[in-house]
């Protein structure tokens, strides 16, 4: 029971990051058509931030919370005002710049902090543990597990029943009659790309708990992502979220079952979805 | 009158001209070509932090000889080798050969970018010598059958130790003085953890012990969470990953509440050093760790080496190369200078082979399998005053070892 419990546990938490991570870069791409590669780069950008204000100056974890998570959309914002937004259409192009940009934020960190991995930290009320199934469970993954269920509902809130959401749903499925409607998406582009942004910085620092700021979480965190965004399909919150949550347990209990498989969970589960279904889980129907 | 002004000016013009020419090509003084020591350290990549530090104990050990050896002055070239990227590091090791013309390079810590250039420098007679600990470091007696040259044909040179013979040596320890009867391990899987894990396994069940499990986790895993709950109960866990990800597992496994029910041992340690000791917190304390250079081993050569290192870059070694990459270059200046300034790769390999050298970590002599026969360390987390600094988390001996021979080569099981 204890082994069940907790592989649930570590399935749901894992997902719940991926999912986080996930979203942002789906409303993005569902929206604008625009892939932005550097979505993991902004996950590591918030996730250093963070660390600087909680461990190196002793600040709030939740002030960081704040802090990074505007760091990250700002950056976000100033890549797409400043590069992609040059971009719009061509797809080639946009993989490129938006790689370019992973090397230049890996670097910048790189000549900033150094190499050393930094620690994971998390706020002291979430330190310890709590005892579950006759284990002990971290209280921060749980925690984890709560924002993640708060932000499903929040999302979907905004983007089902407010005005805001309801032209980000009509600008994903008819760009042109939405536009014709004189509907400024130019403007809901910055803020979809804005919003997507916020999303990755936040989960880089609430991810720190668990991972840690290190330079290559941006490529690794992003292989992640796009596994995701494969499996569940684009453009919606429930396709994130299933598809997080079935990579997440698949390879919870794949690697406490079968560890010498470790590696090729995710992607047998990738693989055969893009083999049933290549558009993904559930993704964003294109309504009339 | 005009005729003897023009060859007045001839003769004394033109060779006023040349002659600084002349003088600039022909030698003065007697020059000696200068001694290269090339080495691929890890500027970007996840160890990128490796790099500075192999660079920071190769200038130390330069500065202790001078910048000379035998008379001859040394030059000293680096290039990147990704931490983990096998293409750039045989890229660069081209580039140090055949543009610098280095006479040895200091290896690649890793196994991928180690593994990328070491058939190319062997092929081409070229001296390498390890950084640090090996894990996939073949001995001299397998090279014909494994990867099909001769030993005579074999240049690369394993600087001390090999990960097998350290954590063998630590697997009967375990059980003969720790008095562990079970153990299970979750280790990296690849070919390092194979030859750590392998060692620990092979040490701790010849001397009586029963492996209860054997875990393997791929490069990228950030949440050891499955493997924790998979974790069978044991007298202590033994787990060995290289880089961030040794941290990030201690730190998983005390969340998950296992740090005081099943002790945690990190085998033979490239990861851990004081500053993740301080962020991580005095829950550390008590973690036993295998290690080569405990920075507060009590020794004169340790003492003046990490304080000398701490002046120059502000912090303290990481535990592989930081010191290693002085070791090494001591070894070779030493057998150079014992050869009267020859760089032959050959001669200086043949040299290295049987001879004994004076490390931080005590006496070092090189088998004929081109294994170091050497000591090692385990040690508790534990706070010590040391370089002008109190309660530093740091690695506290309890164990020392000497004259550690190779036990073996492990693949996985």
Same mark, same amino acid.
Request: aromatic letters at 12%; charged letters at 15%; a negative charge.
């Given at each position: ?288 | 009158?005009?005729? +003897? ?34 080495? +691929? ?85 070229? +001296?390498?010598?390890g950084q640090g600990w090996r ?23 394993c600087n001390t130790g090999s ?8 697997? $009967? ?77 201690? $730190? ?27 962020? +991580? ?11 080569e250079f ?26 592989c190369?930081?010191f290693g990459?002085?070791v090494a ?28 050298? $004076?490390t931080l970590k005590?006496?070092m ?7 170091p026969?050497c000591?090692a ?34 693949? $996985?099981?």
């Open positions: 029971m204890e082994f069940v419990t907790v592989s649930l546990l570590n399935g749901i938490s894992f997902g719940m990051i991926l999912f986080l991570l996930t979203i942002g870069l789906s409303i993005t791409l569902g929206l604008m058509g625009i892939i932005n590669l550097a979505h993991g780069a902004l996950f590591m950008v918030a996730s250093f931030v963070g660390w600087v204000m909680v461990v190196q100056l002793g600040y709030s974890y939740w002030l960081a919370l704040v802090v990074g998570t505007l760091i990250a959309g700002l950056i976000g914002l100033a890549i797409e005002q400043g590069f992609l937004s040059r971009l719009y259409g061509q797809v080639d192009e946009q993989v490129l710049l938006t790689i370019g940009f992973i090397y230049i934020l890996m670097n910048i960190s790189l000549w900033i902090f150094g190499g050393r991995a930094r620690m994971p930290y998390h706020p002291d009320i979430l330190a310890g543990t709590f005892p579950i199934a006759g284990g002990e469970y971290p209280i921060h993954r749980m925690f984890t597990i709560g924002v993640g269920i708060v932000l499903i509902f929040g999302l979907w809130w905004l983007l089902e029943k407010t005005k805001i959401g309801a032209i980000v749903r009509a600008g994903m499925d008819d760009k042109d009659t939405t536009t014709a409607l004189g509907i400024n998406l130019g403007r809901m582009n910055y803020l979809v790309f804005f919003l997507g942004a916020v999303l990755a910085g936040f989960t880089g620092v609430i991810g720190a708990q668990m991972m840690g700021p290190r330079i290559g979480m941006a490529w690794d965190i992003l292989l992640f992502a796009l596994i995701v965004l494969v499996v569940g399909g684009m453009g919606s919150i429930q396709g994130a979220l299933v598809g997080a949550m079935l990579i997440g347990l698949v390879d919870a209990f794949g690697r406490a079952l079968f560890p010498d498989l470790s590696m090729f969970f995710m992607y047998i589960v990738m693989i055969v979805i893009l083999m049933i279904k290549p558009s993904g889980i559930l993704p964003r129907k294109s309504g009339g | 009158m005009k005729k +003897l002004l023009i060859l007045l000016s001839v003769l004394i013009i033109i060779p006023l001209a040349v002659v600084p020419f002349i003088s600039g090509c022909a030698p003065t003084a007697e020059t000696e070509e200068p001694v290269r020591i090339g080495a +691929l350290v890890s500027l970007t990549g996840d160890i990128a932090f490796w790099g500075p530090n192999s660079n920071a104990g190769v200038a130390i050990a330069l500065d202790e000889w001078d910048h000379k050896v035998a008379g001859r002055p040394i030059e000293y070239y680096y290039e990147d080798d990704g931490s983990t990227d096998a293409v750039m590091a045989l890229d660069h090791a081209k580039k140090l050969v055949e543009v610098d013309k280095v006479d040895v390079i200091l290896q690649p810590s890793c196994s991928g970018p180690f593994l990328g250039m070491r058939d190319y420098c062997n092929g081409l007679g070229v +001296l390498t010598i894990g996939e470091f073949l001995p001299y007696s397998m090279s014909q059958e494994e990867i099909g040259i001769p030993a005579s044909q074999r240049y690369d040179i990960a097998a013979q350290i954590d063998y040596a630590v697997g $009967k320890y375990v059980y003969e003085e720790l008095g562990m009867r079970t153990a299970a391990t979750l280790s990296h899987d690849y070919e390092t953890g194979y030859q750590t894990t392998g060692g620990f396994v092979h040490g701790f069940m010849d001397a009586g012990g029963t492996i209860v499990q054997q875990q393997w986790a791929p490069f990228g895993t950030v949440d050891f969470g499955p493997y924790l709950a998979a974790l069978k109960d044991a007298d202590m866990t033994f787990s060995w990953f290289t880089g961030p990800m040794m941290p990030l597992i201690a $730190k998983q496994y005390y969340e998950f509440g296992l740090w005081n029910k099943q002790p945690l041992m990190c085998g033979l340690n490239d990861s851990f050093y004081e500053p993740d000791l301080a962020e +991580l917190g005095d829950w550390t304390t008590g973690m036993y760790v295998v290690t405990p920075s507060g081993y009590g020794t004169t050569a340790m003492h003046n080496y990490v304080s000398t290192f701490k002046e120059n870059t502000g912090r303290y070694p990481n535990p190369t930081g990459a002085y270059t001591n070894i070779y200046l030493e057998t150079v200078d014992a050869l009267d300034g020859n760089t032959d790769d050959t001669a200086v390999r043949d040299e290295i082979i049987g001879s004994t050298y $004076k005590g006496n002599t090189f088998d004929p399998e081109g294994y026969i000591g360390f385990v040690t508790q987390v534990d706070k010590m005053d040391m370089f002008g600094e109190t309660d530093v988390l740091t690695f506290r001996v309890i164990k020392e070892f000497s004259n550690l021979t190779h036990p073996g080569y492990y693949t $996985k099981p």
